[in-house]
């Protein structure tokens, strides 16, 4: 079965930098695209990030753009977010999502 496991979160101070990751076995991870995303609070899930098969595209949402950075590592069916710049508002559990499947999610907190 399709398996997705996330670490990387923590708390860190605005204006820091965090590299989460997500590791996926269970199922052919080259073949399909990959996306995270996050929630918070009192809030609806959100799509953060995007990146296809081969890694060659990404898209990201408007509030992470040019701070969050999405790759892929398909020899080690890994899937990664390097977060720079964090904002208090960035503040959520963040999800790694592939089809319908859902990792556990890892907590990120952005807090002086």
């Known amino acids: 079965q399709v398996q997705l496991v996330e670490s990387g979160g923590g708390l860190v101070q605005p204006g820091g930098s965090l590299r989460l990751s997500c590791a996926a076995s269970g199922f052919s991870f080259s073949s399909f695209t990959m996306s995270w995303y996050r929630q918070a609070p009192g809030k609806e899930r959100e799509l953060v990030a995007i990146?296809?098969?081969?890694?060659?595209?990404?898209r990201y949402a408007d509030f992470v753009k040019g701070r969050f950075t999405i790759s892929r590592d398909n020899a080690k069916n890994t899937v990664y977010l390097q977060m720079n710049s964090l904002k208090p508002e960035d503040t959520a559990v963040y999800y790694c999502?592939?089809?319908?499947?859902w990792g556990q999610g890892t907590q990120v907190t952005v807090s002086s």
């Open positions: 990146i296809v098969s081969s890694g060659s595209r990404t």
């Open positions: 999502h592939v089809g319908e499947d």
